[in-house]
């Protein structure tokens, strides 16, 4: 059984169903009724040490990144960053540790305005959990399952470079890519961007697991199929270079951890969007379309079909 059927099974219908809750398992982040004319967007994600990042990764960079991955569920609904709260599981009680993790988190905590509410402290294997909450506006969240048949996928950013960094990280490049170890440690949550596609975006997800398999999530959840062009995606010179250490384009589309939004819009929002990207100082590429024909395709510059499977992260895969 596969991470999300065992979430269907056991998770997905527990307990009541309430009239406040618009959506509840399956997206990026759950939708509730809020205050006036608002829904609040709830996330949670968590870092296991050994799982998530390597022992010995700088406190600082751990306390970013557990808000950093959340702030990128938040951006993929279109929603605020408003609250936070934190489950830490410590192995001991170090000051500087916690001086630096307090600092990381903090850092982008300010940055987007958000306020730490609440959480829990207690002894064990170093684990990190985050639970974050933004608002928006009712309706206008941007969901997984609004992909239409001749909409546009675009994608943020550059890719690939996450999966890079954590080969450095891991000891298995000759050379030092210090952008790709940053882009691993830090990600920039496209908050800013999620927030310019409420009523741009037809869909959108944030890309943690690997493109193939987080677009996937949207094809499936709005029941449609895509034809993509990897040669459109914007690539990092450090990604260039290494592109055959990567797997090639099976490795970039599979690689995880880059938190850039993959989203669609039909075709006649591509204007708008493309100005959006100038305003936002931030690559966005088009890479192909919806199509109603259920499957992803990926294809090179002749139209050609390339060998690429998906093959996203999943916790309980099978060996
Ligand atoms: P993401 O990669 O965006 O963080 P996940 O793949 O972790 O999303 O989770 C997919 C969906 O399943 C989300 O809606 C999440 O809230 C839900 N989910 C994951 N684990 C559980 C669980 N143990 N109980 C209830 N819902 C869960
Ligand atoms: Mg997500």
Known sequence: M????????YFAHLGASRAEVVLGVGDDAALVAGPGNTQLAIALDTMVEGVHFPVGTAPFELGFKALAVNLSDLAAMGAQ??????GLTLPEKNEQWLADFSAG???LASKYQLQLIGGDTTRGPLTIT??????????????????????????SGQIGDAHLGLKQVLGALPIQVPHSVQRLHQPEPRVALGLALRGLASSCIDVSDGLLADMAHILA?????????????????EVKTHFALLGGWQGVLNGGDDYELCFTAPAER???????ADT???RISCIGEIVSQPGLVCLDEHDQPMAIHG???????EA
């Open 2 to 9: 596969s991470e999300f059927n065992l979430i269907q099974r």
């Open 81 to 86: 960053p408003v609250w936070a709260t934190l």
């Open 105 to 107: 988190m903090g850092f």
């Open 130 to 155: 985050v639970q974050v909450a933004g608002s928006l506006p009712s309706g206008q969240a941007l969901l997984r399952s609004g992909a239409k048949p001749g909409d546009l996928v675009f994608v």
């Open 221 to 237: 959840a709005s029941g449609v199929g895509a034809r993509i062009y990897p040669s459109l995606l914007q690539l990092s010179a």
């Open 270 to 276: 591509q204007s708008q969007i493309l100005a959006l």
């Open 280 to 282: 936002l100082r931030l």
């Open 311 to 317: 093959a996203g992260y999943d916790h309980f895969r």
